[in-house]
């Protein structure tokens, strides 16, 4: 077998920025976006809409609302145990194949607050809760779960309940700045109760490639949270191309994916709150220095990230007063007057998108 190509860093970036729809905006129906982006982190319900600003042509509020409220997307706990928005085809893929994560998710986070509670009664209890149609939200389900284990912790039944048991979050929660108490409602008009196959597993690292390739086991496994994936790409290999990382790491990818040359130019883009793109990978040297990542990957925090290049050169962060909104940018490089500019540009259009009747204000911290 000959000597594999070797991707640099900035190849790999420019492979992930193109097939994230990020090195130019995509005329693209929202749904079709979601899919081939594999989901959006829907940790707070403004999170994919800045997202998808990023990434679509012309993209409107209402557009993404009314996928959800047509329950063409939906909400609830997959990838990393956290808030993710999918399609209805993709969440019947991805949640039977992460219930052993969730499982392990809640064992380790609620498992000694449950006073022994049978966690097969609790789901079969839960799900006769939430029995015809109706919704609960999770306290309230906490709480109802206790008049059968009164001595366990309401709130760590209402979790567990969520990790245990496929639920939805049905609309108005997940839509523009609606927030408060989770909804859980159950999710078998879905089909996602069906078992997973090994089948399914290599369709869904197939279309992992597709939205985050080329890529390691490694990263496949941050991504996902999953374990024995060797086993899954050992399957994939006679299909897939091999490359390898500059430090010598196998890399995987479908054979007719798009990988840009690394001087196509990326444009300014203002990454929303654990944005994917930061977080797909095991290795993100491709998206920025490992003492950027300290940075910006804080414990379970991960900030609203500037990409200047394509990589990451600032956090920003909007704060609302009483009649003015303000974006502030902090960079962690030196940057040109032209980057610069391109930033407050950027930034006064996402202002203009996310408050569109409140005076704007753009400040540009200096490089310290």
Known sequence: MGARETLSARALNRALLGRQLLLRRAD????????????????????PYLALWNRL???????????????????????????????VPDFRLIRPQLAPL?????????????AGADLDALVTEARGLLADGRTLTRPELGRLLARRWPDADPSALGWSAQYLEPVVHPAPSGTWNVRGATPF????????????????????FRRY????????????????????????????RPELRVFADA?????????????????????V????????????????????????RRRVCNGAAVAATVLVDGTV????????????????????????????????AEAASLLAFTHPTTRHDVRLIPHQ
């Open 269 to 292: 883009r203002l990454l929303p709150e654990f944005d994917a793109t930061l977080l797909a990978h095991a290795d993100r040297t491709r998206m920025m220095t490992t003492d950027i």
């Open 185 to 204: 409602a159950r999710a078998d008009w879905t089909g996602v109760h069906r078992e997973p196959t090994l089948q399914d597993a290599c369709l869904l």
């Open 313 to 344: 050169a600032a956090t920003w962060t909007a704060k609302s007063a009483a009649d003015a909104v303000t974006l502030t940018v902090r960079p962690f490089r030196p940057l040109s007057s032209a980057d610069r500019s391109a930033i407050e």
């Open 247 to 267: 430090s010598g790491r196998e890399l995987f990818d479908l054979p007719d994916a798009p990988r840009p040359e690394g001087d196509v130019p990326a444009p």
């Open 57 to 87: 042509e012309g993209f409107t509020i209402n557009e993404l609302t009314g996928a959800i409220e047509s329950r063409e997307l939906v909400r609830s706990t997959l990838m990393r145990a956290t808030q993710h928005l999918l399609s």
């Open 102 to 114: 969730l499982r392990r998710v809640q064992r380790t986070a609620f498992g000694r607050r449950l």
């Open 209 to 236: 490639l597709t939205a985050f390739g080329p890529a390691s086991v490694a990263d496949a496994r941050t991504w996902s949270g999953l374990g024995g994936l060797r086993e899954v790409f050992d399957r994939l």
């Open 28 to 47: 693209l129906p929202v749904v079709a976006a979601v899919e081939r982006l594999l989901g959006l982190n829907a940790q707070d319900p403004n999170l």
